[in-house]
């Protein structure tokens, strides 16, 4: 049992880190711009998150990391978010890697130790490379093209993953393949960033989120051993959701979109308090009209906050949770969060689509929570088949 005073250790621990994201977001923000801008992806702000300690937050404390849950990790990425959401985005694939291998049993121990360990002592970042030029999604099924063939020293890895997050500083890629068996299966292969045979095409040149190094990765023939194979299995046995991936996915995706509708709802209070049209005479904040919208997006917002908290704590406490509702909770996050930074633009007019301003910029990163998997399609349909029965 923890006693009560271990419960008060950890939360101090927690709050620290929240304070230590605190810390960092104003650097981030202001460096955010340029990287939108130029494209380029911000390696200092992964630096200074690792001198934070904050790689390492949801590294179980047996393995020397923050242990944090849900709960207080989704703080932390809402931080970032709404300094540099492609830094958030990069961060939050880290944390869900991390967080999954501390509770699946199908990770091999001596893997996991190792990438705990590497991620509390320096710059090591992972991510898993799943989606394909021809498949898309797997959440929408189908076989990975991406081939492992297994020899008597090792696997073979062949393949073409897109939309590879992070890519520029990942040092572990966890690739989804299928084998070359006669009956193939189709798992997850860990291998380390920049072995021979392996290319990263930049072809990352987005609407949003253009920091994030989402580029092409490119293996040919690439070399790994044995062991290098996580959880590869029957397609079959994989027709049933991972509930602790898609459960913190889901909330940490809605804390980065949540975070950007954040960042563009203070943008707007300062410009309602200082814009005085010479028509009015005074603020656009004294208008009742800019009042009522701001509160709508005020509603939004809390509505958001009250969503995520709760259900990232009901994830720690071991409430049982499905993924639709996970699914449910990252829908309503998202679409609340582009609907507040349109609200901000329909009283902001030409100054809120100007580059000069954020907004413009907020509102390019906001869209893109919709194109996350789950797409909101997949979560309606998935939610009428259920009510029907089917």
């Given at each position: ?10 939360a ?17 923000a202001?460096?955010a ?10 390696f200092k ?10 790689l ?21 990425i ?41 991620s509390?002592e320096?710059l ?27 020899t008597e ?8 993953k897109i ?12 690739v ?5 068996e006669?009956?193939p299966?189709?798992?997850q292969?860990?291998l380390?960033?920049?072995?021979p045979?392996t290319r990263?095409?930049e ?9 994030s190094?989402s580029?092409?990765?490119i293996?040919d ?7 290098s194979?996580v959880?590869?299995?029957?397609p ?6 991972d509930?602790?991936?898609a ?42 009209r ?5 509160g ?7 509505v ?30 998202t679409?609340?969060?582009v ?11 030409n100054?809120?689509?100007s ?21 909101d399609?997949?979560?309606r349909t ?6 029907l029965?089917?």
């Amino acid at each position: 049992m923890v006693t009560s005073i271990a419960k008060g250790r950890l939360a101090h621990s927690e709050r620290d880190y929240v304070a230590r994201a605190e810390a960092l977001a104003e650097a981030f923000a202001a460096r955010a711009a340029e990287h939108d801008r130029t494209g380029s992806f911000p390696f200092k702000n992964f630096r200074e998150l690792s001198e934070a300690g904050l790689l390492s937050l949801t590294v179980p404390a047996a393995h020397g990391g923050g242990g944090a849950g849900a709960r207080y990790a989704a703080r932390v990425i809402g931080i970032i978010g709404k300094a540099d959401p492609s830094t958030a985005l990069v961060l939050s694939m880290h944390y869900i890697n991390h967080l999954v291998m501390a509770r699946s049993p199908t990770w091999p121990a001596r893997l996991s130790r190792k990438l705990a360990r590497e991620s509390v002592e320096g710059l090591a970042l992972v991510n898993a490379l799943r989606v394909e030029p021809e498949l898309g999604s797997p959440a929408r099924g189908g076989l990975p093209a991406t081939i492992a063939r297994r020899t008597e020293t090792g696997w073979r890895l062949t393949g073409h993953k897109i939309y590879s997050t992070g890519s520029p500083i990942l040092k572990w890629y966890l690739v989804w393949a299928r084998t070359d068996e006669a009956e193939p299966r189709v798992g997850q292969f860990l291998l380390p960033a920049g072995l021979p045979g392996t290319r990263i095409v930049e072809t990352w040149d987005h609407h949003g989120l253009r920091a994030s190094g989402s580029h092409d990765v490119i293996f040919d023939d690439v070399v790994i051993p044995l062991d290098s194979e996580v959880d590869v299995r029957k397609p079959a046995d994989w027709r049933g959701p991972d509930v602790t991936q898609a459960t913190v996915h889901t909330i940490f995706v809605a804390a980065i979109y949540d975070g950007v509708a954040r960042a563009a709802h203070d943008w707007l209070i300062s410009f309602l308090k200082q814009r005085v049209p010479a028509s009015l005479g005074a603020p656009l904040a004294t208008l009742p009209r800019a009042q009522e919208i701001l509160g709508a997006v005020e509603a939004r917002l809390a509505v958001n906050a009250r969503l995520i908290a709760s259900f990232a704590g009901d994830f720690d406490d071991g409430v049982e949770l499905s993924a639709a509702e996970s699914n449910v909770i990252k829908l309503t996050v998202t679409n609340n969060a582009v609907a507040a930074v349109e609200d901000a633009l329909s009283l902001t007019g030409n100054h809120g689509l100007s580059r000069t301003n954020p907004l413009e910029r907020h509102y390019r990163d906001v869209l893109c929570g919709r194109v996350h998997t789950p797409q909101d399609d997949s979560t309606r349909t998935g939610l009428g088949r259920a009510a029907l029965g089917l």
